[in-house]
């Protein structure tokens, strides 16, 4: 069965850093882009990161750029996510997620099949 399982979130204060783990388990993950996405309460899930397959492009939400970086190690099948200098406004459920097989990463939430069940990040003021 293939799994996707989130860890690393947490309460911290403004300003402060989490990083965040998505482990796969069931089949490699190596040939899938993988994306980070939240929901915030009341709100729609929205997109935060993405990773290619191989780890040489990256995208971001514009309110994320140079404060949150996504990395990946296909060796473990691993896909993290360091989030540095926090806002109130980044609180919400991350889910990690995956691509079909071969596919390129993208922000949009209806590309990715495969879902983790969130881990919950709260930034306080």
């Known amino acids: 069965q293939v799994q996707l399982v989130e860890s690393g979130g947490g309460l911290v204060q403004a300003g402060g850093s989490l990083r965040l783990s998505c482990a796969a388990s069931g089949r490699t993950f190596s040939n899938n882009a993988m994306g980070w996405f939240r929901q915030a309460p009341g709100k729609e899930r929205e997109f935060v990161a993405a990773i290619s397959r191989l780890g040489d492009r990256t995208l971001y939400k514009d309110s994320v750029k140079g404060r949150f970086t996504i990395s990946r190690g296909n060796a473990n099948n691993v896909v993290s996510l360091q989030m540095n200098s926090l806002k109130p406004e980044d609180t919400a459920v991350y889910f990690c997620?995956?691509?079909?097989?071969?596919?390129?990463?993208?922000?949009?939430?209806?590309?990715?099949?495969?879902w983790g069940q969130g881990t919950q990040v709260t930034v306080s003021s």
């Open positions: 997620a995956a691509r079909a097989s071969w596919n390129i990463a993208t922000m949009n939430l209806g590309d990715y099949i495969y």
